[in-house]
């Protein structure tokens, strides 16, 4: 630093001669370092710290954070999965800079009390994330406010992942009217439509399979006029990779100047069908018979239950598929009277049911 103090003397205030006016020098100094203390001092305040959560712990006590403090205003704060931070005295953020939080594991409430956040924060929670009312209080007594707007009370009970409070407080280039996602043969159509949108550019398709981590899927143009629109513009775009299950989607819209923000996430559940074969033989029988299943994968589970007319449970057993088709033998055991009885199957999460007569 006094290196540099030497070197910006002798550039700025050396004479035609090469001396330097010394007091004119210092008072001119002092003058021109105002504002670099002044830059240094908010540059210092818009650094924002990462704080996650290392333990279960009270959000007050420093020790439940990586970095050694409390929270403050522009910090962004995580909770991991399988990590719970307690909200027990009145968290009031009043300093201006919004902040994130990222909730995979739990924020919990007790005693009644508030965290109020500054204008622009955003909270996300993910799969498998929850904000809890605990215990304490009731109605609205715990809440949540983000620039003076109650976005979570306990009266509104639990909130699981995934959601978001508020899902579009940052999207400000767009108002985002819906984002849903159906099944359509083997694939899933996602639309989404705007009200209006101003210097758009792009949306990125992102889909998940827990809800928590997102890969990009494709590209869809922004279909306004050189970036603006003020009437509804629908979109549409299809999945053909779909996954079983539980598939997570999330729209990221880019402007023109680069800036990009997230939509809620939305959940597709997906069962492909397949060509499932059940007999049952010999039927009708004495009682003894056989349930032959194939065209199912390995290490499927399997539940088989036979039933008489009034709906009474006569034989239960879970079976696990270990070949390319599973024979299962029914032996009269249970004296089976002659009459009609139910055979159901239990696959996959399908319901098969079948007639057995006993002579």
């Not at 929270?71 to 399988?82: H, K, L, N, Q």
């Not at 929670?125 to 007594?141: C, R």
């Not at 940052?170 to 359509?184: A, C, D, H, R, Y």
Request: aromatic content about 10%.
């Amino acid at each position: 630093m006094e290196t540099f103090i030497k070197y910006l003397k002798q550039f700025l205030f050396k004479n035609v001669s090469g001396s330097v006016n010394k007091s004119d020098c210092n008072s001119k100094l002092k003058l021109l370092f105002i504002p670099i203390v002044l830059i240094t001092i908010n540059s210092t305040n818009l650094q924002a710290n990462k704080c996650i959560a290392v333990t279960n712990g009270n959000w007050t006590n420093s020790a439940t954070w990586s970095c050694g403090t409390i929270p403050t205003c522009g910090d962004s704060i995580i909770i991991p999965a399988g990590k719970t931070v307690t909200i027990s005295s009145q968290q009031n953020y009043t300093c201006g800079l919004p902040i994130q939080i990222l909730i995979y594991g739990n924020l919990k409430f007790i005693t009644g009390n508030k965290l109020i956040l500054p204008c622009n924060s955003q909270i996300t929670v993910y799969a498998g994330g929850f904000i809890i009312p605990g215990s304490g209080g009731s109605g609205n007594s715990n809440l949540i406010d983000i620039c003076n707007t109650v976005v979570w009370s306990s009266g509104m009970g639990t909130l699981s992942g995934p959601n978001c409070l508020p899902c579009f407080s940052l999207v400000l280039p767009i108002e985002l009217l819906s984002f849903s996602g159906k099944i359509i043969d083997d694939a899933v159509e996602l639309s989404w439509s705007t009200a209006t949108e101003s210097k758009s550019h792009y949306f990125d398709i992102e889909k998940s399979t827990d809800g928590s981590h997102f890969e990009y899927l494709f590209t869809i143009p922004s279909k306004s006029t050189n970036g603006n629109s003020t009437t509804q513009l629908n979109y549409s775009a299809i999945d053909g990779s779909i996954n079983e299950n539980t598939t997570y989607y999330r729209l990221k819209h880019v402007d023109t100047d680069g800036e990009f923000s997230m939509s809620k996430l939305i959940s597709v559940n997906y069962l492909k069908t397949k060509n499932l074969s059940f007999i049952i033989y010999p039927n009708p029988s004495n009682g003894n018979f056989n349930a032959e299943i194939s065209g199912i994968n390995n290490n499927e589970k399997i539940t088989v239950l036979l039933t008489d007319k009034s709906g009474r449970l006569i034989f239960s057993e879970n079976f696990l598929k270990l070949n390319n088709s599973k024979n299962i033998i029914f032996k009269n055991d249970s004296n089976l009277q002659s009459g009609e009885y139910s055979c159901t199957i239990l696959v996959e999460n399908t319901t098969h049911s079948f007639k057995v007569i006993v002579n």
